[in-house]
């Protein structure tokens, strides 16, 4: 027998109510397990960095029982190949990364803040959309490819203009390196000054500032802050970089702020004592670990410093 219009009706909004039951209790479930699985993935990232530094802690101090802290940190030589008469002063692996940072930095900071003022104060959005990207695309190449650029590339180009130029050497992995690190430069910065009000643009404009003074003195100031820790991150950032350095910087940790001459790095005396030059057990196997904490040390230094001038000099609008 065939529902009459009302009961029909009355079917369909049971047939709601259930529905709207089930997809309640669809949601509650979810509700109760979304929790407890975003906790487990914040603590997989907790314990695997906690994992990480008790490692090289660890071996830090198996480290410091065969070698003494003081000559680590005081002697100018790093002679760790003869275990009898070798010197562990990590003086020379630090000016070396030192040394191509600011090289790298020299190039970064004022190609990548151009760059950000450029794109926040100059490109229309048309080509804000088409050069950055373009921009960024540095940052996606792989930094092997990096390292022989340099070696293949920019040294014997830099031969040409200083003759006494070694193959290996600071000055090539430290250019090529700030060349890697405008993508961060210039993000970071032009994302910074692009959350400056217009209203202070408008204000400076209409006081009688021409567009550079206006970028210049009132938007770059007001974006201090992000700019800054985009500095501080770029640094961070180079301290860490392996390959570039290992391929065209060389391996001779000597106490120099000479350009021209072989350096080595934290990263690149790492690279060369994993790849199997050093027995398990021996003293520059456990090297690595002395070396990698002062390395970690100083990233973690910079990204706090990062994090404390995004704090202190932040400008709410």
Do not use: C
């Not at 210049?216 to 974006?223: M, N, Q």
């Not at 004592?273 to 050093?278: I, L, R, S």
Request: proline letters at 4%.
């Amino acid at each position: 027998m065939a529902m009459s219009k009302q009961e029909r009706r009355a079917y369909s909004v049971r047939e709601m109510i259930k529905e709207k039951k089930a997809s309640k209790n669809r949601v509650n479930i979810m509700e109760k397990i979304m929790p407890k699985l975003l906790l487990l993935t914040a603590a997989v990232s907790m314990f695997t960095t906690l994992g990480i530094v008790f490692t090289l802690l660890f071996e830090t101090f198996t480290f410091f029982s065969r070698v003494s802290i003081v000559e680590f940190l005081t002697a100018k030589e790093w002679l760790p190949w003869n275990e009898k008469s070798g010197s562990f002063g990590i003086a020379p692996l630090v000016t070396g990364t030192l040394l191509t940072t600011a090289i790298a930095m020299l190039v970064a900071i004022p190609v990548g803040l151009a760059s950000a003022i450029y794109l926040s104060e100059y490109a229309t959005e048309r080509t804000r959309k088409i050069i950055k990207p373009i921009l960024e695309v540095l940052a996606g190449i792989p930094t092997i490819v990096y390292g022989f650029f340099a070696l293949t590339f920019v040294t014997p180009l830099l031969q040409k203009i200083i003759p006494g130029l070694e193959v290996f050497n600071a000055l090539s992995p430290g250019l090529v390196m700030g060349i890697m690190i405008i993508p961060m430069v210039a993000s970071l910065s032009e994302d910074a000054m692009s959350s400056v009000p217009n209203a202070i643009r408008e204000g400076a404009l209409g006081l009688g500032s021409t567009k550079l003074e206006t970028a210049v003195k009132i938007v770059l100031p007001a974006a201090a802050s992000g700019v800054i820790a985009s500095f501080v991150l770029a640094i961070s950032r180079a301290i860490g970089e392996t390959m570039i350095v290992a391929v065209a910087g060389g391996s001779s940790p000597v106490l120099t702020f000479d350009v021209t001459q072989s350096i080595q790095t934290m990263t690149a005396y790492i690279v060369q004592v994993t790849t199997g030059d050093a027995g398990y057990g021996t003293t520059i196997y456990y090297s690595i670990y002395a070396v990698g904490m002062t390395l970690f040390v100083f990233t973690l230094a910079m990204n706090l410093l990062a994090q404390y001038i995004s704090r202190r000099f932040r400008e709410e609008y």
